[in-house]
Nanobody, 125 residues
Framework: QVQLVESGGGMVQAGGSLRLSCEAS????????MAWFRQVPGKEREFVAA????????YYADSAKGRFTISRDNAKNTVYLQMNTLKSEDTAVYYC??????????????????WGQGTQVTVSS
């Protein structure tokens, strides 16, 4: 099992940047594929980005391409989401998620077994 704790959320003006972090417990972090999702009230959890365990491949939702960057530091058991040029529609609770690496990445929330508690990102226009 792995436990995930997100941080780095907050309020920012449109056009600004934030970096989210997700720290995982345990010594097996490198065996998990990691992802970021987001959710607004009344909507399903939405895929944002994912990264394989060795960082050799990253995947993005169309809404995140060119603005967001997912990365990981296996030595620090941490995955990051750098978010630039933020828009008001990026406002959401952001969650990190983990799944066993041999399964690859998934773009749906049901594909991930482990979740953090979420961190609020609010972008004001």
């Amino acid at each position: 099992q792995v436990q995930l704790v997100e941080s780095g959320g907050g309020m920012v003006q449109a056009g600004g940047s934030l970096r989210l972090s997700c720290e995982a417990s345990g010594r097996t972090f490198s065996t998990y594929a990691m992802a970021w999702f987001r959710q607004v009230p009344g909507k399903e959890r939405e895929f944002v980005a994912a990264i394989r365990r060795t960082s050799d491949s990253t995947y993005y939702a169309d809404s995140a391409k060119g603005r967001f960057t997912i990365s990981r530091d296996n030595a620090k058991n941490t995955v990051y989401l750098q978010m630039n040029t933020l828009k008001s529609e990026d406002t959401a609770v952001y969650y990190c998620a983990a799944r066993s690496a041999p399964l690859g990445i998934a773009r749906v929330a049901s594909g991930y077994a482990y979740w953090g508690q979420g961190t609020q990102v609010t972008v004001s226009s």
